[in-house]
């Protein structure tokens, strides 16, 4: 952006004026902006009244948020394990599942089930009675054939919240929060 | 000392302290909060209306702003002993927009973010309707005819954020945040109608 040294000098102050202004009306600065600041243009002080006036106070349903109050109460000390939309953990961790994600997921672990029975039954072996190979024993479970062993049980650790926002929106440069790496593949 | 304790402890903190900053506060509270779990309950009951709200207006959906307001308390406790200084507000803020835009991307990912903006529940339950009040809309339709950058620096301004912390937040100059507000507040006043000498002067305003 360029300006003319004169009224980008003279907008500046205005800019300054303003973001003193608002703060002042969000009370970021209880004591008001100092008399000493640009006076600034009524209509534009009007508009960041009017905008606050306007703006609906969309309150959280109130069965959400003492769910949430309770859940995060509950939660262990430990890092809980974060996945972008919502968070999962045992042992007393965060068990805030997305709906939509709860049920994709479960399907996916019925989905599942169907191909490790069915593979039992394909090959006339009861899956009960099947040997177990020495490194899908290791791994802990059954793992049937195809799907990988121990390879696929690795689990892929994904970075914590802190990311950086492509796409036209700038990467927060300071205190991103940085949570340990988490696990996102559960075998 | 029980949860409920804590809780009321640094409730109690909370009420008596106002002269202080809301910075302080936030300190004491965090800092109670990496020893005590439980009283992080404070810190979430000052900040779910802000963070909820911000959701809303950037997702659009009760269902949205309520999982990502989940993720962004959920995963600020997780990181609250990489939190260090500066403004806990602004911190948990960078949260909420990176939950944010993560939502985005997931909903669609081959748009560019700059055309990501559509806050309307298309079928709102009743209670989405009552909220979904004449007065949202229009601030709703004011904030769409900004271009994307003016668009953040306004919808972090109506979470409650000085200049400051929006500029943490979005990654930019303190000086190029005020400028997108300024102009961005310039283009409103016309939308809003607001006549010259309808406001007060700035050194008018009392908190």
Redesign the interface.
Known sequence: ?TWSPSGGAR??A??????????????????????A?????????????????????????PV??AK??G???A???A?????????AGVGGR?I?W??HRMWVELAVVAALLVVILGGGAASNLPVSLAPVPPTAAAAGGLVPAGLGGEAACAPTVTP????A?S?????????????PARPTAMC | MSGGDVERVWTGVVAVASPRSDNEIDRELVARARLEPRAFAPLYDRYLDPIYRYCYRRLGTREAAEDATSAVFARALAALPAYRDGSFRAWLFVIAHNIVIDTHRRRRPEQPLADQYEPVDRDPTPEEAALASDARQSVHDLLAILPADQRRVLELRLAGLTGAEIAHVLGRSVAAVKMLQLRAMTRLRAELGVPVGSGERAHDVVS
């Open positions: 952006m907008e500046r205005t800019a300054d004026a303003l973001d003193r202004y608002w703060d002042a009306v969000t009370g970021a600065h209880p004591g008001g902006p100092s008399p600041g640009e006076p600034l243009d009524p209509g534009l002080t009007g508009s960041v009244r009017r905008l606050h006036l306007t703006e609906a106070a969309a309150r959280p349903d959400f948020a949430l109050r859940e995060l109460m939660a262990s000390p890092p809980a394990v974060a996945t972008p939309a919502g968070v965060l805030v997305p709906r914590g919240p802190a990311r926002a796409g036209g929106t700038p990467a927060p440069t300071t205190p991103v929060p940085t949570a």
